[in-house]
Nanobody, 128 residues
Framework: QVQLVESGGGLVQAGGSLRLSCTASGLTFSTATTGWFRQAPGKEREAVATIAWRWSANITYYADSVKGRFSISRDNTKNTMILQMNNLKPEDTAVYYC???????????????????WGQGTQVTVSS
């Protein structure tokens, strides 16, 4: 049974930083794609960033809206994934979800429907 548990959300002023963590059990990180998605009120869930072990390295993908501000990383030996969020903006306010799927490729990395496992979500609120 796969379980994903997020932590680290909260309230921060615009321009500030937050660090989200996701710890997985029942999943082999080295053969999985893992990532962060977010959902704001009244909006669809959207991809933020994903990471997968390919070609002997962790390969990352980012949504255009967070490039240069967010950084995704993970420790394959500890099954832990981190999302470092800097220069936060009010439009980053959303519930952030950790997600995983049992294959290490980038096909449809941005589609929520291509992920099999989800965490419970953690609220991130950025005030202006």
């Amino acid at each position: 049974q796969v379980q994903l548990v997020e932590s680290g959300g909260g309230l921060v002023q615009a321009g500030g930083s937050l660090r989200l963590s996701c710890t997985a059990s029942g999943l082999t990180f080295s053969t999985a794609t893992t990532g962060w998605f977010r959902q704001a009120p009244g909006k669809e869930r959207e991809a933020v960033a994903t990471i997968a072990w390919r070609w002997s390295a962790n390969i990352t993908y980012y949504a255009d809206s967070v490039k240069g501000r967010f950084s995704i990383s993970r420790d394959n030996t500890k099954n832990t994934m981190i999302l470092q969020m800097n220069n936060l903006k009010p439009e980053d306010t959303a519930v952030y979800y950790c997600a995983a799927r049992n294959r290490a490729d980038n096909r449809y990395w941005y589609l929520p429907g291509s992920y099999e496992y989800w965490g419970q979500g953690t609220q991130v609120t950025v005030s202006s």
